[in-house]
């Protein structure tokens, strides 16, 4: 193939309006606008308990993630809110140890795996059949008790306010309310919620969401936490569910427990002997970090060494590896379940995948000239395409760093508020398999993820911190919200990053970490069987694409990636070599700050 393609080509190297934050101590990037730095304008100017307020005040970073969290569930309520579930993993610097905490939503006790047989499909997404064990706000306690320092209910005061005095609609949330408010039953809870009366039609761009119910209820959490535990603020969650339906009980929201589970520690591969070793840190299954890890090995097993090397061939070549490794690592994704359920066979298959050995072999059974049809991948299972979530990442002061993902699911979750809560509830239910089913393409459901009462649904959710293996140093935090575009998304942003950096020069390709996430993305997640491109990929890349014989088609990828890198740079008015570099992805919006 012919050298055509340079890395900076234009379009390749879009410049979005999003900007690149420096910081000499501390910084934070989330992908909900307000949410950084809140006082602006989607705020309604509150700067109570913002982020550098919190860490003025003494706060940790996990006191600062659950400020922002709570704001980025009212600004971006079709994303997440206390009504999901969230994963972390937590870095701390003075120890060289990362933490993670599972606080993932769980089916109830009276769920099957035939639960929803003869039912309505849309009842897997709509409505209280929906709705797994909300989990979010315990997930919250449980962070704050072990890493937090400032008073409990003083986290929640700027939420609060919120609540009652309101947050404007966003061009997100605008966005989504165009694309599925007419889903949204009339004079239900939710329709209400976002319904302006006085023009008749659902509200738009700059009008307030005011939610009441939720801020008394959020008052209620933040003046008695361990009713989260003994059931007393439970007892109204419960309220809400037993009035529209739901099988959860009060004794599964008591029994509900977040975990602190072992992290996942992947080596990653270096590129030449100049590089440092490092290493990719994440949760362990449900969520998909692994994978993230198996990518990277895997791609880099083609040793490029230098932004042309790696487009070497037009960048056709480039972009096929691509996507024949995507296709693998979604064939392993239907076989992994939840770690703490797993059999022998199971943990062998999950340590092999955070291998070289185990990267080696896909790159192995990679075609350079063409692909291959769905069995060759190694799976003959389809799995639930989950969507949404909405993602923080934090450096602090102290060298600390978390990577926090959240979601209550499909857009606006199961569509239910709670008429005492406030709270809108999830519909991860949607995210297990259904036993018996066939999808689309007449693949039957992965037995890997099928109802289980008590069980975690699996995700595509990868919070992720990269560390130098030599000294402990925290290199990178990073995260994205969008389904299974996460897992494709991060992998893309990381190899422009992350693997051939010498001596603290930006990672892999040497793109600080706006220009890695501004960069046209490609996704394929093997089912179904399409190539799924941002536009402006250029003609020849796509009709060889096209030769190779991937079926391919345009589309606005949704997923939003939120970094930080610790770059070896002079911050302005710094002489010390060390930068923290933030960027908030400009296809869903957002904000960075720190100081």
Same mark, same amino acid.
């Given at each position: ?13 879009f410049i ?7 910081y ?26 913002d ?17 922002t969290?709570l ?8 994303s ?8 972390m993993?937590y870095?701390?610097?003075s ?5 993670t ?9 009276a ?10 499909p ?12 909300p ?12 890493f ?19 947050t ?12 599925y408010?007419?889903?949204i ?11 302006n ?11 307030l ?8 209820f ?7 936490p361990e ?63 692994v ?5 990277l ?12 090397g ?10 096929h590896?691509?996507?024949?490794v ?9 076989f ?27 790159a ?18 389809s799995?639930?395409?989950? *969507? !949404? ?8 002061? #102290?060298?600390?760093?978390? %990577? &926090?993902t959240? $979601?209550? /699911? ?6 239910? *508020? !709670? ?8 519909? #991860?239910?949607?995210?297990? %398999? &259904?036993a018996? $089913?066939t /999808? ?14 008590g ?8 919070? &992720?911190?990269?560390t ?31 693997l ?6 930006n ?12 960069f ?27 030769d ?11 997923s939003a ?15 010390e ?14 904000d960075?700050?720190?100081?």
């Open positions: 193939m012919p050298n055509r393609f340079a890395i900076n080509e234009v379009p390749l190297a979005s309006p999003s900007t690149l934050g420096h000499h101590q501390a910084a934070i990037s989330t992908d909900a606008p307000g949410c950084a730095a809140q006082g602006s304008k989607e705020t309604i100017n509150l700067s109570l308990y982020f550098r307020k919190v860490l003025e005040r003494n706060g940790t970073i996990v006191d600062a993630a659950i400020t969290l704001c980025n569930g009212l600004v971006n309520p079709q997440m809110g206390v009504g999901g579930g969230f994963l993993v870095y701390k610097a120890e060289k140890k990362a933490y905490l599972d606080a993932r939503e769980t089916a109830p006790s769920a099957s795996p035939n639960m929803f047989d003869g039912k309505n849309i009842e897997r997404i709509l409505g209280p059949l929906s709705i797994a064990v989990s979010e706000l315990r997930g919250y306690y449980a962070a704050w008790k072990k937090g320092r400032l008073r409990w209910a003083d986290l929640f005061q700027d939420a609060i306010k919120m609540c009652r005095e309101g404007p609609i966003t061009p997100i949330v605008d966005r989504m309310l165009a694309i408010g007419a889903k039953p009339v004079g239900s809870r939710i329709w209400k919620l976002f319904y009366e006085a023009k008749g039609r659902l509200k738009k761009r700059g009008e969401l005011i939610r009441p119910e939720l801020g008394g959020l008052e209620r959490v933040a003046a008695n009713g989260l535990i003994n059931g007393e603020l439970l007892a109204e969650m419960r309220a809400d569910l037993a009035e529209v339906q739901s099988i959860i009980s009060l004794q599964d929201l008591i029994d509900y427990e977040p975990l602190w589970r072992k992290p996942l520690e992947i080596p990653l591969r270096t590129w030449d002997h100049k590089s440092p070793n490092l290493r990719l840190v994440t949760t362990p299954p449900p969520s998909s970090g994978l993230i890890g198996l990518a090995n895997t791609l880099a097993s083609y040793n490029y060494t230098s932004k042309e790696l487009f070497n061939g037009d960048g056709v070549l480039y972009y590896r691509l996507a024949e995507f296709k693998f690592i979604f064939a392993k994704r239907s992994l379940t939840d770690e703490c359920c797993m059999n022998a066979e199971e943990k062998e298959f999950l340590r092999k995948m955070m291998t070289l050995p185990g990267a080696d072999e896909i192995a059974n990679i075609t350079d000239t063409g692909t291959h049809n769905l069995s060759f991948y190694g799976s003959i299972f799995s639930m395409a989950d *969507v !949404g979530t909405s993602h923080v990442s934090i450096i602090g002061p #102290e060298g600390d760093g978390l %990577s &926090i959240s $979601t209550i /699911n499909t857009p606006f979750g199961s569509g239910i *508020v !709670g008429s005492r809560t406030g709270i809108l509830f999830n519909n #991860e239910m949607h995210d297990f %398999s &259904i018996g $089913t /999808n689309f393409f007449g693949l039957p459901s992965s037995p890997a993820h099928l109802i289980r009462p069980g975690r649904p699996f995700s595509s959710m990868a919070p &992720i911190i990269v130098d293996t030599a000294n402990g140093t925290l290199r990178l935090v990073i995260g994205a919200s969008g389904g299974t575009q996460i897992i494709t998304a991060i992998v893309q942003v990381l190899i422009k990053h992350i051939s950096f010498a001596a603290y020069a990672l892999y390709l040497g793109m600080n970490v706006k220009a890695a996430i501004d046209i993305r490609i996704h394929h997640q093997l089912i179904p069987e399409t190539l799924r491109y941002e536009k402006n990929l250029p003609s020849f890349i796509l009709q060889g694409l096209k190779l014989g991937h079926k391919i088609s345009e589309k606005d990828l949704a990636v939120q970094g930080i890198e610790v770059a070896n740079l002079p911050c302005l008015g710094h002489s070599h060390r930068c923290l570099l933030a960027n908030a992805d400009h296809r869903k919006g957002g960075h700050d720190g100081f």
